[in-house]
Protein backbone atom coordinates (compact mmCIF):
# COMPACT_ATOMS: atom_id res chain seq x y z
CA UNK A 1 0.00 0.00 0.00
CA UNK A 2 1.80 3.20 -0.87
CA UNK A 3 2.74 5.73 1.54
CA UNK A 4 -0.59 8.44 1.80
CA UNK A 5 -2.77 5.08 2.55
CA UNK A 6 -0.22 3.80 5.24
CA UNK A 7 0.07 7.72 6.65
CA UNK A 8 -3.87 7.52 6.64
CA UNK A 9 -4.16 4.33 8.77
CA UNK A 10 -1.46 5.02 11.00
CA UNK A 11 -3.46 7.82 11.70
CA UNK A 12 -6.55 6.13 12.65
CA UNK A 13 -4.56 3.71 15.03
CA UNK A 14 -2.43 6.00 16.84
CA UNK A 15 -4.39 9.62 16.47
CA UNK A 16 -7.96 8.55 16.32
CA UNK A 17 -7.56 5.17 18.21
CA UNK A 18 -9.78 2.90 16.13
CA UNK A 19 -10.02 -0.90 16.93
CA UNK A 20 -7.53 -3.49 15.30
CA UNK A 21 -11.08 -4.37 13.49
CA UNK A 22 -12.29 -1.25 12.09
CA UNK A 23 -8.57 -0.77 10.71
CA UNK A 24 -8.18 -4.00 8.96
CA UNK A 25 -11.38 -3.23 7.42
CA UNK A 26 -10.67 0.26 6.34
CA UNK A 27 -7.67 -1.30 4.74
CA UNK A 28 -9.07 -4.03 2.85
CA UNK A 29 -11.46 -1.32 1.35
CA UNK A 30 -8.94 0.97 0.41
CA UNK A 31 -6.67 -2.33 -0.66
CA UNK A 32 -9.54 -3.22 -3.38
CA UNK A 33 -9.71 0.00 -4.23
CA UNK A 34 -6.00 0.52 -5.02
CA UNK A 35 -6.15 -2.84 -7.16
CA UNK A 36 -9.35 -1.26 -9.28
CA UNK A 37 -6.90 2.16 -10.21
CA UNK A 38 -4.20 -0.03 -11.59
CA UNK A 39 -6.53 -2.20 -13.62
CA UNK A 40 -7.26 1.38 -14.92
CA UNK A 41 -3.86 2.06 -14.81
CA UNK A 42 -4.48 4.89 -12.61
CA UNK A 43 -3.49 6.36 -9.08
CA UNK A 44 -5.26 8.15 -6.17
CA UNK A 45 -4.07 11.23 -7.45
CA UNK A 46 -6.10 10.72 -10.51
CA UNK A 47 -9.57 9.67 -9.04
CA UNK A 48 -12.23 11.71 -10.48
CA UNK A 49 -16.02 11.54 -10.24
CA UNK A 50 -16.58 9.51 -13.51
CA UNK A 51 -13.84 6.85 -11.73
CA UNK A 52 -15.37 7.05 -8.26
CA UNK A 53 -18.56 6.08 -9.69
CA UNK A 54 -16.95 3.79 -12.15
CA UNK A 55 -15.64 2.40 -8.98
CA UNK A 56 -19.45 2.12 -6.81
CA UNK A 57 -20.19 0.36 -10.09
CA UNK A 58 -17.84 -2.35 -10.06
CA UNK A 59 -18.84 -2.70 -5.94
CA UNK A 60 -22.78 -3.16 -6.40
CA UNK A 61 -21.93 -6.16 -7.91
CA UNK A 62 -20.74 -7.64 -5.40
CA UNK A 63 -21.69 -6.50 -2.33
CA UNK A 64 -24.61 -5.99 -0.18
CA UNK A 65 -25.79 -2.89 0.48
CA UNK A 66 -24.34 -2.77 4.02
CA UNK A 67 -20.76 -3.61 2.72
CA UNK A 68 -21.01 -1.27 0.09
CA UNK A 69 -22.03 1.72 2.39
CA UNK A 70 -19.12 1.06 4.44
CA UNK A 71 -16.79 1.01 1.53
CA UNK A 72 -17.90 4.49 0.11
CA UNK A 73 -17.10 5.64 3.97
CA UNK A 74 -13.73 4.32 4.00
CA UNK A 75 -13.07 6.00 0.46
CA UNK A 76 -14.58 9.20 1.40
CA UNK A 77 -12.74 9.72 4.64
CA UNK A 78 -9.79 8.57 2.99
CA UNK A 79 -10.22 10.96 -0.04
CA UNK A 80 -11.17 13.67 3.22
CA UNK A 81 -7.35 12.97 4.32
CA UNK A 82 -5.88 13.40 0.84
CA UNK A 83 -7.91 16.69 0.58
CA UNK A 84 -6.53 18.02 3.80
CA UNK A 85 -3.16 17.11 3.28
CA UNK A 86 -2.73 18.55 -0.18
CA UNK A 87 -2.44 15.30 -2.02
CA UNK A 88 -5.55 16.31 -3.94
CA UNK A 89 -7.77 19.76 -4.62
CA UNK A 90 -11.18 17.57 -4.16
CA UNK A 91 -12.43 14.73 -2.62
CA UNK A 92 -14.40 12.53 -5.87
CA UNK A 93 -16.27 10.45 -3.65
CA UNK A 94 -18.00 13.45 -1.70
CA UNK A 95 -21.08 13.40 -4.21
CA UNK A 96 -21.14 9.81 -4.16
CA UNK A 97 -24.22 8.96 -2.47
CA UNK A 98 -24.06 6.26 0.05
CA UNK A 99 -26.80 3.76 -0.42
CA UNK A 100 -30.46 3.65 1.47
CA UNK A 101 -29.97 1.12 4.25
CA UNK A 102 -32.97 -1.21 5.64
CA UNK A 103 -33.37 -0.67 9.63
CA UNK A 104 -32.59 -3.72 10.83
CA UNK A 105 -34.18 -4.36 14.70
CA UNK A 106 -31.73 -5.90 16.94
CA UNK A 107 -32.12 -9.22 17.72
CA UNK A 108 -32.31 -10.09 21.65
CA UNK A 109 -33.39 -12.67 23.98
CA UNK A 110 -36.97 -12.46 25.97
CA UNK A 111 -36.47 -13.01 29.65
CA UNK A 112 -37.34 -16.34 29.75
CA UNK A 113 -34.61 -17.46 26.94
CA UNK A 114 -31.81 -15.28 28.87
CA UNK A 115 -32.96 -17.49 32.25
CA UNK A 116 -32.83 -20.41 30.34
CA UNK A 117 -29.10 -19.79 28.88
CA UNK A 118 -28.14 -18.40 32.11
CA UNK A 119 -29.03 -21.62 34.17
CA UNK A 120 -27.47 -24.13 31.96
CA UNK A 121 -23.86 -22.95 32.83
CA UNK A 122 -21.53 -25.09 34.68
CA UNK A 123 -17.98 -23.51 34.27
CA UNK A 124 -17.23 -20.60 36.57
CA UNK A 125 -15.76 -18.43 33.80
CA UNK A 126 -18.56 -18.79 31.66
CA UNK A 127 -21.26 -17.89 34.32
CA UNK A 128 -18.90 -15.10 35.16
CA UNK A 129 -18.41 -13.46 31.43
CA UNK A 130 -22.48 -14.26 30.65
CA UNK A 131 -23.80 -13.31 33.81
CA UNK A 132 -21.33 -9.74 33.31
CA UNK A 133 -22.63 -9.40 29.69
CA UNK A 134 -26.32 -9.17 30.43
CA UNK A 135 -25.76 -7.37 33.77
CA UNK A 136 -23.96 -4.76 32.18
CA UNK A 137 -24.33 -4.25 28.70
CA UNK A 138 -20.71 -4.16 27.43
CA UNK A 139 -19.45 -5.62 24.08
CA UNK A 140 -17.41 -8.24 23.93
CA UNK A 141 -14.37 -6.43 23.18
CA UNK A 142 -14.33 -4.25 26.12
CA UNK A 143 -15.07 -7.88 28.46
CA UNK A 144 -11.69 -9.25 26.59
CA UNK A 145 -9.48 -5.93 27.84
CA UNK A 146 -10.49 -5.87 31.37
CA UNK A 147 -8.26 -6.38 34.05
CA UNK A 148 -8.33 -6.85 37.96
CA UNK A 149 -7.15 -3.69 38.47
CA UNK A 150 -10.62 -2.42 36.60
CA UNK A 151 -13.03 -4.32 39.02
CA UNK A 152 -14.40 -2.45 42.20
CA UNK A 153 -17.35 -5.14 42.90
CA UNK A 154 -18.22 -3.89 46.24
CA UNK A 155 -19.44 -0.27 44.80
CA UNK A 156 -20.48 -2.94 41.73
CA UNK A 157 -18.80 -0.72 39.43
CA UNK A 158 -16.66 -2.01 36.55
CA UNK A 159 -14.03 0.52 34.41
CA UNK A 160 -14.34 -0.01 30.46
CA UNK A 161 -12.65 1.01 27.77
CA UNK A 162 -14.80 1.71 24.70
CA UNK A 163 -14.56 2.54 21.04
CA UNK A 164 -11.56 4.94 20.60
CA UNK A 165 -9.96 3.42 24.19
CA UNK A 166 -13.14 5.88 26.14
CA UNK A 167 -12.94 4.98 29.59
CA UNK A 168 -16.40 4.79 31.07
CA UNK A 169 -17.98 3.15 34.66
CA UNK A 170 -20.28 0.78 33.89
CA UNK A 171 -23.14 -0.68 36.71
CA UNK A 172 -22.70 -4.23 37.73
CA UNK A 173 -25.66 -6.24 39.39
CA UNK A 174 -25.21 -8.80 42.54
CA UNK A 175 -25.84 -12.09 40.28
CA UNK A 176 -22.96 -10.95 38.06
CA UNK A 177 -20.90 -9.46 41.13
CA UNK A 178 -21.26 -12.92 42.83
CA UNK A 179 -20.20 -15.00 39.59
CA UNK A 180 -17.14 -13.18 39.12
CA UNK A 181 -16.12 -13.45 42.64
CA UNK A 182 -16.52 -17.31 42.51
CA UNK A 183 -14.58 -17.13 39.14
CA UNK A 184 -11.84 -15.27 41.06
CA UNK A 185 -11.76 -16.91 43.55
CA UNK A 186 -11.97 -20.92 42.39
CA UNK A 187 -11.25 -21.00 38.63
CA UNK A 188 -9.15 -18.26 38.02
CA UNK A 189 -5.59 -19.56 36.54
CA UNK A 190 -2.91 -18.69 39.36
CA UNK A 191 -0.97 -16.96 37.01
CA UNK A 192 0.77 -13.51 37.25
CA UNK A 193 -1.64 -11.79 34.59
CA UNK A 194 -3.42 -7.95 34.39
CA UNK A 195 -6.27 -9.60 32.81
CA UNK A 196 -9.64 -10.76 34.39
CA UNK A 197 -10.64 -13.37 31.75
CA UNK A 198 -7.80 -16.12 31.11
CA UNK A 199 -8.11 -19.69 29.45
CA UNK A 200 -6.39 -22.26 30.16
CA UNK A 201 -3.06 -21.64 29.49
CA UNK A 202 -3.09 -18.23 31.24
CA UNK A 203 -3.25 -15.92 28.45
CA UNK A 204 -6.10 -13.23 28.21
CA UNK A 205 -9.26 -14.52 26.87
CA UNK A 206 -10.03 -13.39 23.08
CA UNK A 207 -13.33 -12.46 21.30
CA UNK A 208 -13.20 -15.17 19.17
CA UNK A 209 -13.53 -17.58 22.34
CA UNK A 210 -16.55 -16.01 23.58
CA UNK A 211 -18.50 -15.88 20.50
CA UNK A 212 -17.57 -19.72 20.26
CA UNK A 213 -18.69 -20.30 24.34
CA UNK A 214 -21.95 -18.15 23.37
CA UNK A 215 -22.78 -20.20 20.60
CA UNK A 216 -22.36 -23.64 22.18
CA UNK A 217 -24.13 -22.71 25.31
CA UNK A 218 -27.23 -21.14 23.19
CA UNK A 219 -27.55 -24.59 21.14
CA UNK A 220 -26.79 -26.58 24.59
CA UNK A 221 -29.92 -24.39 25.93
CA UNK A 222 -31.96 -25.49 23.18
CA UNK A 223 -32.22 -21.68 21.97
CA UNK A 224 -33.29 -21.32 18.32
CA UNK A 225 -32.36 -18.35 17.42
CA UNK A 226 -28.47 -17.09 16.63
CA UNK A 227 -26.49 -15.97 19.87
CA UNK A 228 -23.58 -13.99 19.86
CA UNK A 229 -22.35 -11.84 22.52
CA UNK A 230 -23.90 -8.72 21.00
CA UNK A 231 -27.25 -10.35 20.90
CA UNK A 232 -26.36 -10.24 24.70
CA UNK A 233 -25.42 -6.55 24.44
CA UNK A 234 -29.34 -5.79 22.64
CA UNK A 235 -31.12 -8.18 25.16
CA UNK A 236 -29.73 -5.64 27.81
CA UNK A 237 -30.75 -2.78 26.41
CA UNK A 238 -34.07 -4.01 25.13
CA UNK A 239 -35.15 -5.40 28.65
CA UNK A 240 -34.12 -1.74 30.54
CA UNK A 241 -36.30 -0.19 27.65
CA UNK A 242 -39.02 -2.35 28.51
CA UNK A 243 -38.81 -1.87 32.34
CA UNK A 244 -39.22 1.51 32.25
CA UNK A 245 -35.85 3.15 31.85
CA UNK A 246 -35.39 5.83 29.82
CA UNK A 247 -33.13 6.32 26.23
CA UNK A 248 -30.81 8.87 27.89
CA UNK A 249 -30.03 6.27 30.77
CA UNK A 250 -29.47 3.50 28.07
CA UNK A 251 -27.47 5.66 25.98
CA UNK A 252 -24.89 6.64 28.58
CA UNK A 253 -25.13 2.76 30.37
CA UNK A 254 -24.56 1.39 26.45
CA UNK A 255 -21.49 3.91 26.13
CA UNK A 256 -22.99 4.96 22.77
CA UNK A 257 -22.06 8.66 21.55
CA UNK A 258 -25.06 8.98 19.64
CA UNK A 259 -28.90 8.96 21.09
CA UNK A 260 -29.84 8.32 17.66
CA UNK A 261 -28.03 4.96 18.00
CA UNK A 262 -29.24 3.79 20.90
CA UNK A 263 -33.35 5.01 19.28
CA UNK A 264 -33.31 1.36 17.43
CA UNK A 265 -34.30 -0.06 20.55
CA UNK A 266 -37.05 1.97 20.95
CA UNK A 267 -38.74 0.16 17.48
CA UNK A 268 -38.00 -3.44 19.24
CA UNK A 269 -39.86 -2.49 22.64
CA UNK A 270 -42.93 -0.83 20.21
CA UNK A 271 -42.79 -4.51 17.98
CA UNK A 272 -42.91 -6.27 22.20
CA UNK A 273 -46.23 -4.03 22.81
CA UNK A 274 -47.46 -4.55 19.82
CA UNK A 275 -47.05 -8.25 20.19
CA UNK A 276 -48.25 -8.64 23.80
CA UNK A 277 -51.26 -5.96 22.48
CA UNK A 278 -52.29 -8.76 19.60
CA UNK A 279 -52.47 -11.40 22.06
CA UNK A 280 -53.84 -10.11 24.85
CA UNK A 281 -56.51 -7.21 23.98
CA UNK A 282 -59.79 -8.81 22.75
CA UNK A 283 -60.41 -6.19 20.12
CA UNK A 284 -56.83 -5.46 18.88
CA UNK A 285 -57.05 -7.58 15.80
CA UNK A 286 -59.61 -6.08 14.18
CA UNK A 287 -57.82 -3.06 13.40
CA UNK A 288 -55.47 -4.14 10.17
Known amino acids: MNNPAKKFLDGLENERNYSPYTILNYRIDLAELDKFLKNKKADFAKVDRVLAREFLYALQKKYSRRSLARKISACRSFFRFLLREKYLNQNPFELVKTPKLERRLPNFLYEDE ?24 IRVSEVTKLNLSDLDLEAGEIRVFGKGSKERIVL ?117
Open 114 to 137: MNKLLENIVNPRDKAILELLYSSG
Open 172 to 288: VGRFAVAAIKDYIKNERPKVKSLALFLNKRGGRLTQRSIERMIKFLSKKSGLLKKVTPHTIRHTFATHLLTRGADLRTVQELLGHTSLSTTQVYTHVTKEKLKSVYDVAHPRAKMVK
